[in-house]
């Protein structure tokens, strides 16, 4: 049973990557309300300049929730997620003020909204096997046993996602069924009243704020922060650098790329960011318990979050 706290009200901010969901939380007042990071990247440490972390000045506004909580060599999965994003919203409540959870990980989200379906979970021996065979075979061949024993699961994540190929394949062989056995709630939560508001900007805008955004991070370092990770230890393989402004650093070996392929890998994570803006696009209107407003609506925005 949820705590009693989770029955008050919390904002989720939904809206696509450079949409200015950062620049919202300059209307709060921070004696009012504290962060929960809705970002399936944020979650890891040192990665700071490809994840577009809020600035020191911002965190050090309003308290975050759910940033900096996970080494990049670890897994982070939506049911982890969802168990922390409660605890900490439940944490917020109890101190009398409004959480606010945003983010870009529109799977993150609707989970937190609507609750995990009941797939079992994983094993560290399970989850060691299908990573043993991940390594050995390659993705693409996982790919076509999950094909093969989850056709409509295979169909929904495509062959390129190798977090939740790999998590359908753990699924059915801890439980011996397929994932799609297993489906979501349709409908919110009971125990969570929530206020829904998404931002929402012209494509072309759009467009043009992330090119202004990974312009950014190359000239704030974000090649000297990869390399510093790689001098510690940590690889193309770990979870925390698989993601969109990561994984474009590394050729198909897992070796770095040199800088003199800047510029080409400039253009790669300005095309990846794009098309993942659009799937998120799509995703978030999916759900009908979003208000949609102009990111620019100061006035309509402050409105909603007074009532």
Not at 166 to 195: C, H, I, K, N, Q
Not at 202 to 226: D, K, N, S, W
């Amino acid at each position: 049973m949820a705590s009693a706290s989770l029955r008050s009200p919390a904002v989720f901010l939904f809206g696509p990557t450079a949409v200015g969901k950062t620049d919202f939380l300059e209307l709060l007042e921070p004696e009012r309300y504290e962060m929960v990071s809705a970002d399936s990247l944020q979650v890891y440490r040192r990665l700071d300049i490809g994840t577009a972390k809020p600035s020191p000045e911002i965190r050090a506004r309003f308290p975050h929730h759910l940033i900096d909580i996970v080494d990049p060599r670890e897994q982070f999965d939506v049911g982890e997620f969802v168990r922390l994003a409660d605890a900490a919203i439940s944490e917020i409540r109890a101190r009398g003020r409004i959480p606010v959870v945003s983010g870009g990980a529109g799977f993150y989200l609707k989970q937190l909204l609507y609750g995990l379906p009941s797939v079992p979970a994983s094993t560290p021996e399970i989850r060691t096997m299908v990573q043993a065979k991940l390594e050995e075979l390659g993705l693409a061949a996982l790919y076509e046993q999950l094909r093969a024993i989850d056709p409509a699961t295979a169909a929904r994540v495509g062959p390129a996602d190798g977090y939740r190929i790999t998590r359908a394949l753990e699924v059915f062989e801890t439980s011996g069924r397929p994932l799609s056995d297993f489906p979501p709630p349709d409908e919110p939560r009971s125990d969570l009243t929530v206020r829904c508001i998404g931002l929402e900007r012209p494509r072309p805008e759009l467009h043009q704020r992330i090119e202004t955004r990974v312009a950014g991070m190359f000239a704030a370092g974000l090649r000297r922060e990869i390399e510093g990770l790689l001098a510690d230890g940590y690889g193309a393989q770990d979870p925390g650098l698989g993601g969109i402004g990561y994984q474009e650093f590394f050729d198909p070996d897992g070796n770095l790329r040199p800088s003199a392929e800047d510029d080409e890998i400039s253009t790669e994570i300005r095309r990846n960011t794009r098309r993942y803006c659009k799937r998120q696009i799509t995703f978030f209107r999916s759900m009908p318990e979003v208000t949609w407003i102009p990111a620019d609506a100061v006035a309509v925005c402050s409105e909603l979050l007074d009532s």
